[in-house]
C-alpha cells in the first residue's frame, strides 16, 4: 500500500527486454534500507525489488504490466516518480493508493493558473465514471485532487512543488499517464450495483 506521496523522482539507467522486462533504476534512496522482495510504486506500479547496489535497484515487469501500464514506453533516461510502500505509523498524506493500475490515460491540456498548473486529462470510459469530482485519484502514482470532471475528462492543479517533486513539471500535452482510480470509488459503486 502507497499513498500517493512521491519521495524521489528516479531514472532509468538501463532495460533489458529478454521474457520479462528489467529495468535497473537510479535512485536517491538509501539502498542498503532496500530489501530484496520490497515493493516500491514507479510511476503508480507497484513492483519488486530483485537486485540492488549502490544508488540503484532493479525490477522486472510481465508482459501483462507492459501492456497495461507505460512501462512499455520506457527507456534509458525516463524520470520516474518513486513511492516505497507505506510502514505501520506512517502519514498518510495522499489517499490509499494499491500501486494497481487501472489503465492508462491521456494528457489533453496544460493551462497556468495562478503559480500553478490546471491538467486536463481523458481517462477510458471504462473508468470515467469512477472519477468525481473533489475526490482522489492516482497520476502516475501521485495522489491528486480532482477539481472538476467534464465526461471522460478532469482536471487537477498541480502546485508548484508538485511540480518540482515528482515528474509533472516534464509532462507535454498528449503524454499518456497510469491511472488508478480511488479505492473507494470502486467499492461503492460495486455495492450501487454499477459494477
Not at 500500500?1 to 539507467?13: A, Q, Y
Not at 521474457?19 to 506500479?45: C, M, Q, W
Not at 520516474?80 to 494497481?100: P, Q, T
Not at 515528482?166 to 498528449?174: D, N, P, R, S, V
Request: charged share 20%; with cysteine.
Amino acid at each position: 500500500m502507497f499513498t500517493g506521496i512521491i519521495t524521489d523522482v528516479g531514472r532509468v539507467r538501463a532495460v533489458e527486454r529478454q521474457g520479462d522486462t528489467r529495468f535497473t533504476i537510479e535512485t536517491a534512496f538509501d539502498t542498503e534500507t532496500i530489501a530484496i522482495g520490497a515493493s516500491i510504486a514507479h510511476n503508480g506500479v507497484c513492483l519488486t525489488v530483485i537486485e540492488k547496489g549502490p544508488g540503484a535497484y532493479v525490477i522486472q515487469a510481465s508482459g501483462e504490466t507492459l501492456s497495461k501500464t507505460t512501462l512499455g514506453g520506457w527507456e534509458p533516461g525516463t524520470p520516474v516518480n518513486l513511492e516505497r510502500a507505506l510502514k505501520v505509523g506512517d502519514e498518510l498524506g495522499g489517499h490509499i493508493v494499491s500501486g494497481h493500475v487501472d489503465g492508462v490515460g491521456r494528457l489533453v491540456s496544460i493551462r497556468p493558473e495562478g503559480e500553478s498548473l490546471r491538467l486536463t486529462f481523458e481517462a477510458p470510459a471504462a473508468l470515467a465514471k469512477y472519477i468525481a469530482s473533489k475526490g482522489s485519484v492516482a497520476i502516475d502514482g501521485v495522489s491528486l485532487t480532482v477539481n472538476e470532471v467534464d465526461g471522460a475528462r478532469f482536471g487537477v492543479n498541480i502546485i508548484p512543488h508538485t511540480q518540482s517533486a515528482t515528474t509533472f513539471g516534464g509532462l507535454k500535452e498528449g503524454d499518456a499517464v497510469n491511472l488508478e482510480i480511488d479505492m473507494l470509488a470502486r467499492y461503492v459503486a460495486r455495492l450501487a450495483g454499477q459494477e
